[in-house]
T-cell receptor
Framework: DGGITQSPKYLFRKEGQNVTLSCEQN?????MYWYRQDPGQGLRLIYY???????QKGDIAEGYSVSREKKESFPLTVTSAQKNPTAFYLC?????????FGPGTRLTVL | KNQVEQSPQSLIILEGKNCTLQ??????????LRWYKQDTGRGPVSLTI?????NTKSNGRYTATLDADTKQSSLHITASQLSDSASYIC??????????????FGKGTSLLVTP
């Protein structure tokens, strides 16, 4: 998992609540990413950030928000607008040609 | 549009046997292709990366091949071990005008190695 930490590992939330997933890296990478993984599906890009104070929507950004106030941190908020939030969430950071993934957070909406 | 197709979807083999996983892709313009191993409940870990000029690359018991003309790649695992049980994900990288590049993740092949 190489220098990228995600917390918590498991997260439960009630419908209608917002929840924030943490992602921290000490690899000094400029670029960071959030992916969602569902059973039997490939990873889908939610948001990415190539530099501090800047981020871009990925393929499935609706119902999510991010911030990038520090190079080391890229938290993801799953809002109540996300219709189907139960999933495995992966954070990554990258050099020019390699992405390094965190251990993931499994979010379950009750 | 799914630009990466992996086969088989799942595979069960006996410990010590070999196996080959397939990946067909349509991404263009193509930059490189990486194979990841993902253990259950963990993040993916890179196994190999291949550029369009490379045909074969090995990493221990893992050997990847690439045919950039036919847009096909394979991952061969030799003398499988129980610890090889995981999902193997093919990720071709496309050169993207806006972001510099874009990754396209396959759905993965789920491999189970049994004693």
């Amino acid at each position: 998992d190489g220098g990228i930490t995600q917390s918590p590992k498991y997260l439960f939330r009630k419908e209608g609540q917002n929840v924030t997933l943490s992602c921290e890296q000490n690899l000094n990478h400029d670029a960071m990413y959030w992916y969602r993984q569902d059973p039997g599906q490939g990873l889908r890009l939610i948001y990415y950030s190539q530099i501090v104070n800047d981020f871009q929507k990925g393929d499935i950004a609706e119902g999510y928000s991010v911030s990038r106030e520090k190079k080391e941190s890229f938290p993801l908020t799953v809002t109540s607008a996300q219709k189907n939030p139960t999933a495995f969430y992966l954070c990554a950071s990258s050099t020019e040609d390699t992405q390094y993934f965190g251990p993931g957070t499994r979010l379950t909406v009750l | 549009k799914n630009q990466v197709e992996q086969s088989p979807q799942s595979l069960i083999i006996l410990e010590g046997k070999n196996c080959t996983l397939q990946c067909n892709y349509t991404v263009s313009p193509f930059s490189n292709l990486r194979w990841y191993k993902q253990d259950t409940g963990r993040g993916p870990v890179s196994l190999t990366i291949m550029t369009f000029s490379e045909n074969t690359k090995s990493n221990g018991r893992y050997t990847a091949t690439l045919d950039a003309d036919t847009k096909q790649s394979s991952l061969h695992i030799t003398a499988s071990q129980l610890s090889d049980s995981a999902s193997y994900i093919c990720v071709p990288r496309r050169i993207d005008a806006d972001s510099g590049y874009a990754l396209n993740f396959g759905k993965g092949t789920s491999l189970l190695v049994t004693p």
